[in-house]
Each structure stands twice: as C-alpha cells, then as structure tokens.
C-alpha cells in the first residue's frame, strides 16, 4: 500500500446526482493533487493543493469542484457531470512541490476511482 | 502542458528478456521520474533523476537522462511475468515542480 487512499473505488452515477470523492493520505504530505486518466490519453492533472491552498486548476470545468479541509484530506465534489466524465480519478500526494536534497516531489498515488456517468 | 512523450506505445516481451521504454521531452527540466502502473490502479514511482544525473539505478532498473538531446530511457533487466504494466515518464519542466505525464508504454512480457 502507498499510504494513499481513495473512497469510493467504483462510483456509477446520473447526470444529475452529486456525489464526492475523496483521498486520504497518511504520510504527512503537504501537496495533494487530483489527476483523471482516460483510455488512450495521458494523465491530466486537474487540481493541486499544497498546505491546504490550491496552486494549480488546469482549465477543469465547474461542475468538478476540490476541496481541501486538511492536508491529510482531499475532496473532489461532482455534480452534474456528462459521461464523458467517466474515467479513472486518481488521487497523489507528495512530501512538497519543490525538489531539494532533503525534499523530493515524488507522488504517491491513490488507487483511484472508476467512475462511471450514465 | 509539456509532457513527456513514451517510446514506443507497447512492447511484447518474453520473459528473461530487456526491456527499454524510451521518454522525450521539449524543454528544460528539474527532475524526470518513472512510474509504473498494473491496470486500473494508482501509479507507483519507481525512479527519480535530477537534471544534473546521468543514470540511475534501482534493482533490476537502470535509468538514464542525457539533457542534451531530451531524452531518457528505462531499462528493466532480465524481465518478469510480473513486470506486465504500463510505464510513465514523468517531467517537471520550467520553473514548475509539479509532474507531467506522458501517454505511457504499456509493457507485456509473456512467461
């Protein structure tokens, strides 16, 4: 185990449900970050988090909206979402977003979520 | 985003057998690492490079940057049945830390 954890492993919902994500990290981490992987395109960073405040939104619509209560907790709340939103949700967390000596950026990943949206 | 980009798509292996996966990248980097992943689950990391290394290696992992030309290369010796997943070059380009992903080598090494 990678001391990541994500709930729930498998989400199917409607278009108009709203439901949550979430990842809990247990390695006293100060970066988190959301990535969705879909077939056949490359990981895409979605949000990151580093102490509790998000550095980076890549362009993700609004109907994905983040939340970071602590820097052990990381939530990615979903309403209204089209099925092309169905993917794989995964969920990192890494010591810090800089690299030093002492520091590195190395990401420790959830298992993730197999959403699917009908 | 600037991305690493993973040579080639997919390699089909027998086992005891190399395997080399290949990343290129376009600008500038602080570190490239690799990641490893079996299907439908999270990415384990397997190995970080920093801009001023050359190789690396880690067990039956031998990892090699050469700046010049933008390029690494992933070399995993001596393969298993086990090895079967899917490999990411990782870069944190520019004055940014956090990693990019590539599209990934998905690696098949039959027993």
């Known amino acids: 185990e990678t001391g990541v954890t994500q709930t729930p492993r498998h989400l199917v919902m409607g278009m108009t449900n709203k439901k949550s994500l979430k990842c809990e990290q247990h390695l006293g981490h100060n970066a988190m970050y959301w990535y969705k992987q879909s077939a056949k395109k490359p990981l895409e960073l979605m949000f990151v988090y580093s102490l509790e405040e998000r550095v980076e939104n890549n362009s993700v619509p609004s109907r994905f909206s983040p939340e970071c209560p602590n820097s052990s907790h990381l939530f990615l709340h979903l309403h209204t979402l089209q099925p092309e939103d169905s993917a794989l949700y995964l969920c990192?967390?890494?010591?810090?977003?800089?690299?030093?000596?002492?520091?590195?950026?190395?990401?420790?990943f959830g298992p993730g979520t197999r959403l699917t949206v009908l | 985003s600037q991305q690493g980009e993973e040579d080639p798509q997919a390699l089909s292996i027998q086992e005891g057998e190399n395997a080399t996966m290949n990343c290129s990248y376009k600008t500038s980097i602080n570190n490239l690492q690799w990641y490893r992943q079996n299907s439908g689950r999270g990415l384990v990391h397997l190995i970080l490079?920093?801009?001023?290394?050359r190789e690396k290696h880690s067990g039956r992992l031998r990892v090699t940057l050469d700046t010049s030309k933008k390029s690494s290369s992933l070399l995993i010796t001596a393969s298993r049945a086990a090895d079967t997943a899917s490999y990411f070059c990782a870069t944190a380009e520019g004055g940014s830390y956090i990693p990019t992903f590539g599209r990934g080598t998905s690696l098949i090494v039959h027993p």
């Open positions: 490079i920093r801009s001023n290394e």
């Open positions: 990192a967390s890494s010591q810090d977003l800089t690299d030093s000596l002492s520091s590195y950026n190395e990401q420790f």
